[in-house]
């Protein structure tokens, strides 16, 4: 019955929000009394893991949130994104935009944190989504959630592949050929799908799935009417007379990526000390590039601009802070009926099964914990710590299995996701645009790479 009161939970939360227009907020609350109630956690174990749910995420990603934020709001008073967006359509031009930046995601920054990868990764996609057309924005938005999901299961050293690797005992290089083609094509080939989708017409309503705030609206059509004009709009960050490189003005984002991405390699190599463990921490890297933002928005568009783009900032961090401790509230509750040990009872495979049915089940169970759990990485690594003792009993590669549970873990992130809720507020979405881009992107993308796992199955 957890699973049954789990799926009617997240059924409950999805209905409130879109048919009777309740807020995400007090949706995810209700839903998360609801499923603690029924599913036996109890009075008070429900109020402690609706709490602590809400702690842990934002002990977790509040800073992260609060700093990236920032950065992206004092770098825009600078015209550092707009530049890039136009830089980057003169280099690679606008129609294969959202593929370089699916497969920038995916290929270049897996070693990077999700939370991390959306914040700073969530300003340049909406800058440049007018470059696009009409359907510029939900093209970008499944190109950025495409390919930071795809990266972080396939390619090393993102969390999920090292998770599942190290539970299977997968050599990491093994583990790395097949990751960064599977990696890759899944990124690519799941944003075209999305682009065609949105490009056959009536699926994408602006007016229902976009919900940007007054602010991000105000700002964004400057910037659009600056890259329609095609001319270098004198902002705050240019009467100042103080037009720094745009290579400078990126260096808030590129170096927190950096110091983050040499951490992980410091310790995946072994050679990691107390002081590169503090220097690559997430939560200081990003107070390091908002230093480094504060101090080029002072120096290019002045006091005043800096303070009023720490004012956006500070406005849009508190919407975002309080939906994605909520989603976490859900999670936790969810974490609390015990269901990866029913699952875990549930799914028992046979000695000898087929290869094709083993991958189908490996990647099943993933999907299923996704969806009920609503973590990536936690749905990967219960999935692998429940195959774990049988794989010897499988007739197919650990390497296949393990990829197989990659491919699965992405099925479908929703609204039991503290990450749903993150991408919703950044990118400017509805709900309902969220589950049109995100949602779907990511099914996408563990359908699209299903086939891939099986030829991989050939060779391995």
Known sequence: MVAVHTAIAIVLVIALILKVRVDPVISLVLGSLYLGLAGGVGFAGTIEAITLGFGGIMAEVGLLIGFGVLIGALLHSTGAFRRLVEMLVRGVGAQRLPYAMTSLLAMVMPSIYVDVQVVLAAPVARSASPVIGRVGLPVMASA???????????????????????????????????????????????????????????????????????IMAEQEAADAAALAAGTQVADDGETHGRRLPLGVLMLPILVPLLLIAFGAFAELGGWSTTFIAFLGDANLALFVGLLGAYTLSRATAGGEATHEAMEAGFHTTGEILLITGVGGSLGAVIEATGLDSVLGDLFQADEGAPVILSILLA???????????????????????????????????????????????????QVNSNFFWMFKSLLGLSTKGTLKTLTLVTSVTSVVSLPLVMLAALIA
Not at 396 to 413: D, K, T
């Open 363 to 413: 990647w099943f169970i993933a999907a299923v914990l996704h969806l009920a759990i609503g973590s990536v990485s936690v749905a990967a690594i219960t999935a692998a710590g429940i195959i774990a003792p049988i794989l010897d009993s499988l007739t197919v590669s650990p390497i296949v299995i393990g990829l197989a549970i990659a491919s699965g873990a992405m099925f479908a992130l």
């Open 144 to 214: 950025l959630g495409g390919g930071i999901f795809a990266g972080y299961v396939f390619v090393i050293p993102g969390l999920a592949a090292i998770s599942i690797a190290g539970l299977l005992e997968i050599k990491l290089g093994d583990w790395l050929l097949y990751g960064l083609v599977i990696g890759f094509v899944t990124a690519v080939v799941s944003t075209l799908l999305m682009r065609m989708l949105y490009a056959a017409g009536g699926f994408w309503d602006p007016e229902t799935d976009e919900e940007v705030d007054e």
